[in-house]
């Protein structure tokens, strides 16, 4: 199984956005990612563009950070997708939410989302990598609060079956070892609503899809509206190849055929709890 988990260790390559299904905005200068890498973690990720290809016809640039990547599009103001390992490990530690850790991110060019933006927006700031997954470490749980890994959520989805599902995820952590995960937002092909005087669009959904591959391999993807929802875990239950098929994108691509038919063609929350 080593053998499989080199293929995707932290890095995940998400292509082919599908025009006919989804509109993160149009594209008005070349396809090509940009990166942004601290000295400190560069060597670790020089191999990621080997790992991760740019998505058709959506702006991306891609930000490293110690406990996540993500991929930011300027003109939603959100980021298209954002991925992470999630480790046994990365839960143990003591670190609690620090105050007032809200912050713009520096290396992307404004306008970009801010405080005032949110602030009686009615829309709560929805962490995609959230952080009580990065409890071992202060830099890695503040980079959490980056406006670049959150998207205008409603509120009660926000404390309710979207957090549910964040808790479900450090449980199959803790109980399998690790995880791979990769979540984002969904912008159906509308008029969309926005925030803030920099205009930062708000999601009509979201998705979030899981492997794990400890064992038998598994994999299990969730597809959620963005309003109040209250519902059972399962009822939100899709296989990754159906919310590869809604958003266009493709997950995990080098898996091996044999393992990648395992994850992506099934989805049944029984094998995980």
Not at 78 to 94: E, I, M
């Amino acid at each position: 199984m080593e053998g499989y988990r080199k293929y995707i260790s932290l890095i995940f390559i998400l292509n082919a956005l599908a025009a006919f299904s989804i509109n993160y905005g149009t594209q008005t200068e070349e396809s090509g990612i940009s990166v942004e890498c601290s000295e400190d973690n560069y060597k670790e990720l020089i191999t990621s563009s080997d790992y991760i290809l740019p998505l058709k016809g959506v702006n991306e640039q891609i930000l490293y950070r110690k406990g996540y990547i993500a991929s930011y599009n300027k003109y939603t103001k959100a980021p298209n997708w954002v991925a992470w390992h999630l480790t046994k490990d990365h839960l143990s530690g003591t670190l609690k939410r620090p105050g007032n850790a809200w912050h713009e991110d520096s290396q992307v060019p404004y306008p970009k989302a801010t405080h005032n933006d949110y602030k009686k927006s009615g829309w709560s700031r929805g962490h995609m990598c959230p952080a009580g997954d990065n409890k071992w470490d202060g830099e890695a749980m503040y980079d959490t609060f980056l406006y670049t890994n959150v998207c205008p959520q409603h509120p009660r989805l926000n404390s309710g079956d979207w957090n549910e599902i964040e808790i479900a995820c450090r449980r199959w952590a803790n109980r399998y070892g690790d995880i791979y995960i990769v979540c984002g937002p969904i912008f159906f092909r509308k008029e969309h609503v926005t925030i803030g005087k920099n205009r930062v669009m708000v999601p009509e959904a979201f998705f979030k899809v899981i492997i794990c591959l400890n064992g038998t391999p598994k994999g299990i993807g969730f597809i959620l509206r963005n309003t109040e929802g209250n519902r059972k875990k399962d009822l939100y239950v899709n296989s990754i190849s159906q919310v590869e098929r809604i958003t266009g994108m493709t997950f995990f691509p080098s898996l091996p055929e044999d393992i990648s038919s395992k994850v992506k063609n099934k989805a049944d929350i029984k094998l995980w709890e």
